[in-house]
């Protein structure tokens, strides 16, 4: 669904590939899909643009771009989305971005869009390729980062336009060429507008770089959010959160700027969550091939482990090339799995010991704190093999079981829907603004239910250029209640809920006495 035949490549910017925005357009239910599209460059009669895909509610999708208000018209070179309710008004929004002008799109509340870029000054023309939304400053309104990679001339691409070499294949020439674009943080001045503080806030004290995914994410837990950046082929990025929007980079001190040997790594996609049930977040990064996916166990104190080869997650990335990525409850037993989309950035790898394009994308369950490939025993959407790049993960079908959408590189858009099992239970939490409508998201719910407890975050970021579900969801295996359901909101106020049945959509309002309950179809 995004970019061109392998044999018309011609430059890095369409072998990229696209991610995926899962987002609710009208408040139904039901999560609808938005889809940024590259184009052929040198072809002018392609006239590709961003899809919206809305869901029927009875496992079909309906394409309604037209009139929708996302068509970009072949204007910008789409790649990363992010979803969020910047302006509070209920419904959730849009931010592309592209090489080309990103663009802001206002969602009317009818399954219609307005585009506000220009209003709401963030029109940067550059490239850029992943963003993610977050109340950086604790004022009730969501901030923006946006992560670039290089300035790209059509008419002056990488090396002349020459190829380079990957082994004993010619390629078109990856970033090093050119120098890094900086990233942007844009502050949300409440009144529908937003202004650049990349340079006050100290986001711009580091060495740009090649930037990649990024997600606002709190591993120290104290209530003001952090933000990880993974950078393609330069050390990646962790900026704490120092308050009054300011933010020192710490990655090297963390350890999460390169792996345990010290080396960095080509990150393309990342994902935050309490994989191990400690209380504190861990991260995972995806790299290029030759290289592993990186996993880094939060020790507590702002220090991280890189446990990748500990828990059995090394070997079976090393020929695959991973993107999209994400952590989540896939058998429903209370444990967090592991899924990264693969697929190889050079169309043409014959000759290249060990390596394909197309690459077969990787489920891995969780048993005991180790992981275990399962991809060929998972169905058949998941013995398929093709160059993927964006994932995101979400109850589609409002059963309770969670679904994957996959972004392949030049074929159609994967749907991977989950197949419930009997007798095991599960409860999908969605949170919901109080009337003042000041945002929730990256509010933190623990359930405590079949003698474990879990922990989650309202986090839509991650993966690659992707936005997932907001719910939350709790896998509770054979439990048939929830024990206790707390959940402190981001202002640092808590709710407390006890003895709730499982196998229900948990809808909770803000400061609501008790949360509304629907079973799951």
């Not at 219609?112 to 209003?119: K, M, P």
């Not at 024990?483 to 709730?500: I, K, M, N, S």
Request: charged content about 25%; aromatic content about 10%; proline content about 5%.
């Amino acid at each position: 669904m995004h970019g061109r035949p392998r044999e018309q490549v011609e430059h890095l910017l369409e072998l990229i590939g696209s991610g995926v925005g899962l987002i609710d357009l009208e408040r139904d239910g039901d999560l609808d899909l938005f889809v940024p599209m590259g184009r052929r460059l040198l072809d002018p009669a392609d006239s590709s643009s961003d899809r919206l895909l809305r869901n029927r509610g009875d496992g079909t999708f309906e394409d309604v771009t037209a009139g929708s208000g996302v068509a970009d018209d072949g204007y910008g070179y789409g790649f990363g989305c992010a979803v969020g309710d910047y302006d509070n008004d209920g419904f959730d929004d849009l931010f592309v971005c592209n090489w080309g002008s990103d663009r802001l799109l206002r969602n009317r509340g009818d399954g219609t869009f307005e585009d506000v870029t220009a209003r709401a000054g963030v029109g940067d023309d550059d490239w850029s390729t992943c963003a993610a939304f977050g109340d950086a400053d604790g004022d009730g309104d969501l901030d923006l980062y946006v992560s670039r990679y290089f300035h790209f001339d059509l008419a002056a691409p990488p090396n002349g336009g020459r190829p380079c070499k990957f082994g004993p294949i010619e390629a078109p020439c990856g970033p090093q060429w050119e120098p890094a674009v900086p990233d942007l943080l844009w502050r949300n001045d409440g009144d529908g507008t937003f202004t650049d503080v990349s340079v006050e806030s100290g986001i711009r004290a580091v060495r740009p770089s090649y930037g990649f995914a990024v997600t606002f994410c709190d591993p120290d837990d104290d209530g003001r959010l952090d933000l990880f950046v993974g950078n393609d082929s330069l050390p990646n990025f962790l900026f704490r959160n120092q308050g009054g929007l300011r933010f020192e980079e710490i990655a090297v001190a963390a350890g999460v700027s390169a792996n345990i040997d010290g080396v960095d790594q080509a990150c393309m996609g990342a994902d935050l969550a309490d994989y191990d049930d400690d209380g504190r977040e861990d991260f995972v990064v995806t790299n290029f091939s030759n290289d592993y996916n990186t996993v880094y166990r939060n020790a507590g104190g702002l220090v991280f482990d890189d446990v990748t080869r500990a828990i059995g997650l090394a070997e079976a990335s090393w020929w695959t090339l991973g993107w999209g990525t994400k952590f989540f409850d896939a058998d429903c037993d209370g444990d967090l799995d592991y899924f990264v989309a693969n697929g190889h950035l050079y169309p043409d790898t014959r000759g290249v010991a060990s390596l394909e394009h197309e690459q077969l994308n990787h489920l891995f369950l969780q048993h005991d704190g180790r992981f275990e490939l399962v991809s060929m025993q998972a169905g058949p959407g998941l013995a398929l093999k093709n160059s993927s790049r964006g994932a995101a993960v979400g109850d589609l079908d409002g059963d309770g079981w969670l679904d994957l959408v996959v972004v392949e590189l030049s074929a159609p858009l994967s749907i991977l829907r989950a197949t419930p099992q009997p007798g095991v239970h599960r409860a999908l939490v969605e949170l919901l603004p109080a009337a003042d409508r000041r945002p929730i998201d990256h509010a933190r719910v623990t359930v405590r239910a079949g003698g474990r407890t879990q922990t989650r975050r309202m986090n839509r970021a991650g993966s690659f250029a992707s936005s997932s579900d907001p719910r939350l969801h709790f896998g509770l295996g054979a439990a048939t209640t929830i024990d206790e359901l707390q959940v402190r909101w981001p202002d640092g106020a808590t709710q407390r809920f006890t003895d709730l049945p499982a196998d229900r959509r948990v809808r909770l309002v803000r400061g609501a006495e008790r949360p509304l309950l629907e079973e799951l179809r």
